[in-house]
Nanobody, 124 residues
Framework: QVQLVESGGGLVQAGGSLRLSCAAS????????MGWYRQAPGKERELVAA????????YYADSVKGRFTISTVNANNTVYLQMNSLKPEDTAVYYC?????????????????WGQGTQVTVSS
């Protein structure tokens, strides 16, 4: 059974940092492309960052470029999202997702597995 479990969310002041983790089990992690999505209240879920299998390619939404970094550690079966210079508009539930193809996955429909999400709240 595949599980993706996010952690690391919380409450932080604007300008602060958080690192989200997503631990995967039940799959061969190194064979998956990974992504981080977020959903704010009343808004659609949006792609924040994605990484191809092996980490050779990454994608960032314009709103987080230069502030967020996605990375994977295959030995830990974990994908991370380092978030710096956080803004109140970054407040959302953050989800990780896994896609069983090697390439960057930029559409929700491409992802095969999803975590339950972790809340990030940025106060002004």
């Amino acid at each position: 059974q595949v599980q993706l479990v996010e952690s690391g969310g919380g409450l932080v002041q604007a300008g602060g940092s958080l690192r989200l983790s997503c631990a995967a089990s039940g799959l061969t992690f190194g064979r998956y492309a990974m992504g981080w999505y977020r959903q704010a209240p009343g808004k659609e879920r949006e792609l924040v960052a994605a990484i191809s299998r092996g980490g050779g390619s990454t994608y960032y939404a314009d709103s987080v470029k230069g502030r967020f970094t996605i990375s994977t550690v295959n030995a830990n079966n974990t994908v991370y999202l380092q978030m710096n210079s956080l803004k109140p508009e970054d407040t959302a539930v953050y989800y990780c997702a896994a896609d069983a193809t090697p390439f960057l996955a930029l559409r929700q429909s491409e992802y095969d597995y999803w975590g339950q999400g972790t809340q990030v709240t940025v106060s002004s």
